[in-house]
Structures are given as structure tokens and as C-alpha cells.
């Protein structure tokens, strides 16, 4: 019987209203000794794309147990609530079949079981269907902590038949050029593109890009600090991916992107232009009050 100590805990809940506590007091009724771990709460209200996409980066990293996110814009519907287990049997997965866990399920590769979470014995009461994460989700990652099996929580399905998930993937034109996705937009307004390192060896140091509103040329560079004032930065994220950036700035305010956005890379052997110089010419100083010019009329 396998327990687990930690659930990693991801909604798009937010923080304002009171359901976050409302499902860690159900759990922490149910396995007092189990930490939960929040991922965030702050994904943006009924974005399973990006929900699946703060997954993909984080899943790796995560502690072993039961990984627990809600983004569910059909609750109450006949989509299915699951558990999926991966690694045979060493974590498991709670949420909606909606998409929003198969991004890290693949991550890690791929589920070795799926289980319909139809055991109505192992939910919380409820008065309604739309609090699945308080009646469902949370009590069941609770009991598969407790070391109860997934098979008596819910009835196994084919995990070939869970709903998969859609990301992006950048594509190349006939010129060279680039088709990119803006995946992501962090606090700092990085913006992380569907792009790998990879796909732009042998390129010059300079890189076009062109959007919807802006088309600007950004410096390849390896750290935030390595960009030039007032220049964009093409820099390798933590996650391994290309990112858009500014030295204490923010390229999606810089560019006007956004999630979801479009930009095309392409090579370029330096700036699309060169700002002109500013020349600086120092005022005349007078050292002798008796040489300052006076007002007229005043002798």
C-alpha cells in the first residue's frame, strides 16, 4: 500500500474568495498528516491551456505524491473527473479530464493507469456540482495519500482515451524565419516562446522579430544583465526555452504581447536601426558676477 506525505496544488481559484482554504482544511480533515504544496492559484479564471503549461514546467520539480489541479470550466458537466497514475504507481494525478493534466503526464512519462473518480463514498456531500475541487478532487487526493487504492476510488479506464492536451509547437518557413507562440508571460513580463535553443543554431547574435504591433531586433545574450539599455533580450530560460526579455523591464510591455500572441524570428546581421546620437553641449559658466549678463534696464 503506497501513501504519500505531500499534495502539489495548482487552480485558477485565486486568493480573494475563500475556496484555496476551503479544500486544504478538507484535506488536512482527511490526512492530517499530509503538507500541501501550492503551485499557484493564480492562473487566469478558465485557462486550462495555461494551467496545463505552469504543469509541464513544474512537474519535474515537484515533490513525489499526488499532484492536485482545477481549472474546470465544465464542472457540474458530464466531463470526467480522473486520477491518472504514472510511474507505476509512485504519483498520481487529480483533476478534470479536460486536458489541463496531460501536458505533465507526458513529462513524466506518460500514464501506466487512468481511473474515473465515480466512488461517490470517497466525496464530500455536496449541495451542488460546482465545487468539484472541495467534494472531489480534494477528498480523493487526500484518501490515495491514506494509501487507498486508485481502483476503489474510481473505475479503470484505457488512459489512451483521457483527453490529450493541445500545445503549440513553433514552425519554419521556407525563408528561415520562424513562426513562434508566446507560451507564457511571467511577473517580471518575460515572454517565454514555443521555441528551443536548438532551433535557432547557426544564426547571428542579432534576431528580427515582428508581431502584431511592434517589429524590433533583440540581442541573443545568456543573463537579464547582459542586455543593452533600452534593447530586447533573446535569453535561454529556466525551463529551457527561448524567452523575450529587458533588464528590469518588461518585454511584453515593450512589445504589447501577450499569451497566445504570434511573433516571427529571423536572422539579421544587427539593428533594424541605429539611434542617433545625442551631442550634449555644456553651458557657458562665468566665474566674475561682474561679466553675468544683466537684465535690460538695469545698469
Same mark, same amino acid.
Given at each position: ?226 542586455? &543593452? ?41 544587427? &539593428? ?20 553675468? &549678463? ?6
Amino acid at each position: 500500500m503506497t501513501r504519500f506525505d505531500t499534495i502539489s496544488f495548482l487552480t485558477d481559484y485565486g486568493l480573494a474568495d475563500e475556496f484555496v482554504g476551503v479544500v486544504k482544511s478538507v484535506i488536512r480533515t482527511i490526512a492530517p498528516t499530509v503538507g500541501v504544496v501550492d503551485i499557484t492559484h493564480q492562473i487566469d479564471p478558465h485557462d486550462v491551456r495555461a494551467g496545463g503549461l505552469a504543469l509541464a514546467r513544474s512537474v519535474q520539480y515537484l515533490a513525489p505524491g499526488v499532484l492536485l489541479a482545477v481549472v474546470d470550466p465544465g464542472v457540474g458537466t458530464d466531463r470526467r473527473a480522473v486520477a491518472i497514475e504514472v510511474a507505476d504507481g509512485g504519483a498520481y494525478l487529480v483533476g478534470p479530464d479536460n486536458g489541463l493534466l496531460a501536458p505533465a503526464v507526458s513529462m513524466v512519462g506518460g500514464a501506466t493507469g487512468a481511473f474515473v473518480l465515480d466512488n461517490a463514498e470517497y466525496h464530500l456531500p455536496a449541495a451542488g456540482p460546482t465545487f468539484a475541487g472541495r467534494d472531489v478532487f480534494g477528498p480523493v487526493a487526500a484518501h490515495l495519500c491514506l494509501g487507498v487504492p486508485a481502483d476503489e476510488l474510481g473505475t479503470p479506464i484505457d488512459p489512451v482515451k483521457l483527453l490529450p492536451g493541445v500545445l503549440p509547437v513553433s514552425e519554419s518557413d521556407a525563408d528561415g524565419s520562424i513562426r513562434s507562440e508566446v507560451l507564457w508571460v511571467d511577473h517580471f513580463g518575460n515572454a517565454q516562446l514555443n521555441v528551443d535553443p536548438g532551433e535557432l543554431a547557426g544564426w547571428p547574435d542579432f534576431v528580427q522579430l515582428t508581431g502584431a504591433a511592434v517589429t524590433r531586433t533583440a540581442h541573443r545574450v545568456e543573463t537579464y544583465a547582459s542586455i &543593452p539599455t533600452g534593447s530586447i533580450g533573446l535569453v535561454v530560460d529556466s525551463y529551457g526555452l527561448l524567452s523575450l526579455a529587458v533588464d528590469r523591464g518588461s518585454a511584453a510591455f515593450e512589445l504589447q504581447l501577450d499569451e497566445g500572441q504570434e511573433i516571427t524570428l529571423s536572422p539579421t546581421d544587427g &539593428p533594424a536601426s541605429t539611434p542617433s546620437p545625442v551631442t550634449i553641449t555644456a553651458r557657458p559658466t562665468t566665474t566674475n558676477p561682474e561679466d553675468a &549678463p544683466r537684465p535690460e534696464g538695469m545698469s
